[in-house]
């Protein structure tokens, strides 16, 4: 186990004695996981992916996405919701912001809104080179990317002729059921599987992820070793770092911290911080309760949303994500001339600095009134990514069910979209 949870900064605020007396309800949610009684046991799948998947899918996988990098140099993504942030929110984790300058196939991601500039702008990114397109859907009706994938439908078979652009086109979705499914039957598309006991959410560890990282060039063997550790780590009743954490958030919950702030001092997290919001705001959010998930990338956001979190309404705490080991690194030189007033960090790497910020950041959090846990990570690799994904799905699985939530629903995702089927003249609504 490479993760630590470092709790020093919460002295003060959270008391040992506090965080036994939930000791209990932590492991009676445990064992409802491991007795399958727990809310929402039709979607617990997740907990086993690492050790237990489809071994021929995860080949095919691997052979899709070589195909994808040899004949293409787009591949176009598209999803919503649990059908894309993962995939996204790694991406960036393993490549960058920048990922798509780097890279041999450029991996764009549409279906995610149902603004039209942002479709015909990756239309036109398309122009001149070879394409490919994942369609993600677990239902297969949902409308942003059915919008998206009629647009880029069209699209292939207009550029490549029917026959090849169904050679073109991947389609993720249920094993049997759904449009998408018949769809893809119909047209001959290579399909991958949303398995029934998986939710969106807690998909990236299914095709659903798996097929854009792995034809981004990243290696999912690591990934999956790395989700294997954190299961080997993790999924058991002991007080380990990620059951800690949930007790500890549900410790927080109960004084009146009602706002978790995610946050981290580099900007290749931040998507996987549009992970982490969806995955803890739609599993916790619910029965009027949960923990409002925010996220901040620092220092960028101290010169923005600073001023709230060290000043404002003390409802926050804040989770901070802490990876060794910079990927690259920069010297600060000295300058004779030191017009900047630099020359006392001349020598010092960037990474020093940033962690240095990092340090005084949290003492002053900490100081205003904001009880801060950091979560220490290894470095920022496929590796370590595996195994902070299942970190923070079973740390999000036992916190909702100490919430006494359904962690797996998400009803309220239904209230907009019978107003917008019924105001956009949908047959039955
Ligand atoms: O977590 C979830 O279940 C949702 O965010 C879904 O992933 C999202 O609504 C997309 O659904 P689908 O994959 O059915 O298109």
Redesign the pocket.
């Known amino acids: 186990m490479s993760i630590q949870l470092e709790t020093k900064h919460l002295t003060g605020f959270v008391s040992q004695e506090q965080i036994s007396a939930l000791k209990a309800e932590m492991e009676k949610a445990c064992h409802e996981f491991d007795a399958g009684t727990c809310q929402g046991n039709d979607f617990i799948g997740w907990r086993t992916l690492p050790t237990d998947y489809d071994k021929e899918e995860f080949a095919r996988i691997k052979a899709a996405a070589g195909k994808i990098r040899a004949n293409s140099q787009v591949l176009v993504v598209i999803?919503?919701?649990?059908?894309?942030?993962g995939a996204r929110a790694a991406i960036e984790f393993l490549g960058s912001q920048y990922y798509n300058n780097f890279a041999d196939l450029q991996v764009y991601f549409v279906g995610n809104s149902i603004c039209p500039e942002e479709l015909s702008k990756v239309l036109k990114l398309c122009e001149g080179k070879d394409v490919s397109v994942n369609i993600?859907?677990?239902?297969?009706?949902?409308t942003?990317?059915?919008i998206a994938f009629r647009v880029f439908k069209e699209y292939m078979e207009n550029r490549y002729g029917k026959e090849e652009a169904s050679k073109r086109i991947y389609a993720t979705?249920d094993k049997a059921r759904?449009t998408l499914k018949e769809l893809s039957t119909l047209e001959g598309y290579e399909t991958f599987v949303?398995p029934d006991d998986v939710?969106?959410?807690?998909?990236v560890l299914t095709a659903?992820g798996l097929l854009p990282i792995a034809a981004a060039g990243f290696d999912i063997d690591a990934l999956m070793a790395g989700a294997q550790a954190g299961q080997k780590a993790f999924d058991n009743d002991e007080m380990n770092p990620c059951n800690l954490y949930a007790v500890i958030r549900n410790v927080l919950y109960r004084m009146g911290k009602k706002t978790e702030l995610y946050t981290c001092y580099d900007p290749a997290f931040t998507m996987f911080n549009e992970w982490l919001k969806?995955l803890y705001g739609?599993s916790e959010g619910k029965d009027g309760k949960g923990i409002f998930p925010a996220s901040v990338i620092f220092s960028t956001d101290l010169h923005s949303m600073g001023q709230y979190i060290q000043d404002g309404e003390r409802t926050l705490f804040e989770t901070v994500l802490a990876f060794g080991g910079a990927r690259e690194d920069v010297t600060v030189k000295a300058e004779e001339a030191n017009f900047d007033g630099l020359n006392y960090l001349a020598g010092k790497t960037m990474s020093e600095i940033n962690r240095t910020a990092m340090e005084a950041t949290i003492m002053a959090h900490k100081d205003g009134g904001v009880p801060c846990m950091v979560i220490e990570v290894g470095k920022m690799d496929e590796y370590h990514l595996g195994e902070l994904v299942y970190f923070f799905e079973h740390a999000c699985a036992i916190s909702g069910a100490m919430l006494g939530v359904n962690p797996f629903n998400?009803p309220g995702?239904e209230a907009y979209k019978k107003n917008m089927f019924k105001l956009l003249g949908k047959p039955g609504y």
């Open positions: 999803g919503i919701g649990g059908s894309y942030l993600i859907s677990k239902s297969g009706t949902t942003e990317p059915a979705t759904g949303v939710g969106g959410r807690y998909s659903v969806q739609e998400q995702v």
